[in-house]
């Protein structure tokens, strides 16, 4: 899975080499393991490839004297086969004509292997995207369109391709089943982009299209025409899209996860005034579903990592507002779990970067069924908001670091005003929160502003090799996100619990060399939450509390937080407690905070 990205000049003076590697440094939320960029120059394949960042790679490529008109390139995440030169893309075919990039996977990519290897066709990687490759070279009678259709035909599995062969220089062709590709004509320089995502394009309007299943594209700096699986030429469709200028900086900050954490307080004002009117919060977005609302039975939220944990610690309000029962489903079990028959069931996808593989697969396999789905998403050009009836933006801009902060925050305080929104039109007799989800941004800039506090106990705590997160209610949600953070960025091994479980397995576990972080802003569970604690710090265990009152019975280790008068809402700056308190741990032990290893910012495999 990967990033995937091709580009033609037309009446530009851009270089093709170069104008890919910065469509590829947008890409690289979708993998950064290894790059590479190819092209066709006097009539044979050129390709420059390193293991690691895009930046590596535009060293490599910086001093290039080739003229040329077309280049290809890829971002990778690593499925089939290590970090290595050999695996990385553009993949070459055995006859050394055609460069290809990839994203998705060829499930049958083995046995495809074994009739190629029965051919002679020799291999050099351990790739899923060589076999396409070496298929495509193996079937080529003269027509590469032809080829790539034949090999549509025999592949199985969800892939997007882009590839240039030795005999047509200026042509790209491109395909996909079942993974983004977009190809879009900028609308003055005429001059062609393709890409995973549109918003990787360079700043400016397009013409757009987006692929369908098995449609294939041949593509030149004069015509881009569309075939579908059989051959015939299909209508075009465009739809106008305009990319602004890409704006992410650190501003300051070593990394963007801190900056991102900071700019939550705002974002949150920003959010609750946008959704503010006649003294309660409602979504213009759904000014036309009320009838839809008002026959709901269910609520399904679909979501993968901290997209889910956002469904999980909301789960309990919305059921509340809605008086509706509100399932929480992880994205990748979904599909594949037996679902009762349920009528009447709203859909809430919730994405940062709405294409994340396994949420999407889930999304589409319920589909028809939903009376309503509605997309809470970062981008507004992706995949997911373009399938979902209603799109809900998550307003907090670009999110560089892969452990999402603000977007998370953004999902859980859009979560909360969609239960009051829903809860108007149902017209259930509720509390309004108006004051109390008005003083989130106070709440936060009051955790903020205890930065220093909590760095000075995440250095301390970094010295632990195992960590437990725990609460009752929802802050054993919050616990499972706060674990999560800490796992991405600092690589330590971490585990949520309810605080009530410790005592059923887990407490085998403790000893001085364990932490456990404890969040108390669960008024009611807070009394049961701290016997728990007591029997922690009974068998040695280090425990450190965010929370309110000082417990000297059980430790030392106390972060006082702020009281909104509200236990529901307490989640969002408790939250963010725990990013900076696994910001702190991983900074102190040098980790790569904002690209951890293993990591991609969207998952677009399943
Ligand atoms: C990846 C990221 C996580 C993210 C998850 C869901 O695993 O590393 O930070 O929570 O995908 O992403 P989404 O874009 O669907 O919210």
């Known amino acids: 899975m990967c990033g995937i990205y091709?580009?033609?000049?037309?009446?530009?003076?851009k270089k093709p080499l170069e104008t890919c590697l910065d469509g590829l440094q947008k890409l690289q939320y979708r993998g950064y393991d290894s790059a590479g960029v190819a092209s066709i120059h006097k009539g044979t394949v050129l390709s420059f490839k390193t293991v690691g960042k895009v930046d590596l790679l535009s060293a490599l490529v910086k001093d290039h004297k080739y003229e040329l008109n077309t280049a290809i390139a890829h971002t990778r995440w690593a499925t089939h086969g290590g970090l290595s030169a050999e695996n990385t893309h553009p993949q070459i075919d055995y006859k050394k004509s055609i460069a290809l990039v990839h994203n998705g996977i060829i499930e049958n990519y083995l046995e495809l292997k074994e009739f190629l290897l029965s051919k002679g066709v020799a291999f050099t990687s351990e790739t899923d995207t060589e076999v396409i490759t070496n298929l495509i070279a193996y079937l080529y009678k003269g027509d590469l369109k032809k080829a790539i259709a034949e090999a549509f035909k025999r592949v199985q599995g969800s892939f997007a391709i882009v590839l240039i062969h030795k005999d047509s220089p200026e042509t790209i062709f491109a395909g996909a089943r079942g993974c983004p590709l977009a190809v879009g004509i900028c609308d003055t320089s005429k001059d062609v982009y393709i890409s995973s995502d549109t918003s990787s394009f360079s700043e400016s309007s397009y013409s757009t299209y987006f692929m369908k299943n098995d449609e294939i594209a041949e593509i030149t700096s004069t015509a881009l025409t569309i075939y579908a699986s059989d051959g015939k030429v299909k209508k075009n469709d465009l739809s106008t899209i305009i990319i602004s200028k890409d704006e992410a900086?650190?501003?300051g900050y070593d990394h963007y996860m801190h900056k991102e954490i900071h700019e939550q307080s705002s974002l949150s004002a920003r959010i609750l005034k946008k959704r503010m009117l006649l003294n309660t919060f409602s979504f213009k977005e759904l000014e036309n579903d009320n009838t839809f609302i008002e026959q709901m039975e269910h609520i399904d939220v679909i979501a993968c990592g901290s997209s889910y944990h956002a469904g999980l610690i909301a789960k309990e309000f919305?059921?509340?507002?809605?008086?509706?029962?509100?399932?929480?489903?992880?994205?990748s079990e979904y599909r594949y779990a037996k679902h009762l028959e349920k009528k009447n069931t709203v859909a809430i996808?919730?994405?940062?970067?709405?294409?994340?593989?396994?949420?999407?697969?889930?999304?589409?396999?319920?589909?028809?069924?939903?009376l309503l789905s509605i997309a809470l998403c970062n981008n507004d050009t992706s995949t997911l908001t373009r399938e979902t009836h209603r799109f809900?933006?998550?307003?907090?801009?670009?999110?560089?670091?892969?452990?999402?902060?603000?977007?998370?925050?953004s999902q859980l305080l859009n979560l909360y005003l969609l239960g009051i929104h829903f809860s108007n039109v149902?017209?259930?007799?509720?509390?309004s929160y108006i004051e109390e989800l008005s003083n989130i941004p106070l709440a936060i800039d009051d955790v903020l502003s205890k930065e220093e506090i909590i760095k000075k106990y995440a250095e301390t705590y970094a010295c632990y090799p195992y960590f437990f997160f725990t609460g009752r209610g929802n802050m054993y949600p919050v616990s499972m996100e706060a674990a999560l953070k800490l796992k991405e960025i600092s690589y330590l091994p971490a585990e949520a619990l309810p605080a009530g479980e410790m005592k059923h397995g887990p407490i085998a576990l403790i000893d001085e060399n364990l932490a456990t972080i404890a969040f108390l802003g669960t008024e009611k569970t807070a009394p049961k939450t701290l016997s728990n604690l007591s029997e922690i710090k009974a068998r040695d265990g280090k425990v450190l509390i965010f929370g309110g009152d000082t417990h000297p019975e059980i430790t030392q280790d106390v972060i006082a937080?702020?009281?909104?008068g509200n236990d529901t809402f307490a989640s969002i700056p408790y939250c963010i407690a725990g990013q900076i308190f696994s910001y702190f741990i991983a900074k102190k032990l040098g980790k790569e905070i904002d690209f951890p290893r293993n990591l991609a910012k969207s998952v677009t495999v399943e």
Not at 318 to 331: N, S
Not at 561 to 564: E, G, I, V
Request: charged share 25%; proline share 3%.
């Open 6 to 13: 091709g580009y033609i000049q037309s009446k530009s003076n």
């Open 249 to 251: 900086s650190k501003d």
């Open 318 to 331: 919305l059921e509340e507002m809605t008086l509706t029962p509100v399932t929480i489903h992880l994205a």
């Open 561 to 564: 937080m702020y009281k909104n």
């Open 349 to 370: 996808i919730i994405s940062q970067s709405g294409e994340t593989a396994d949420t999407l697969a889930a999304f589409r396999c319920k589909k028809e069924s939903f």
């Open 426 to 431: 149902l017209k259930i007799e509720n509390k």
């Open 392 to 409: 809900i933006p998550l307003m907090a801009k670009k999110e560089v670091s892969v452990c999402s902060t603000k977007a998370f925050t």
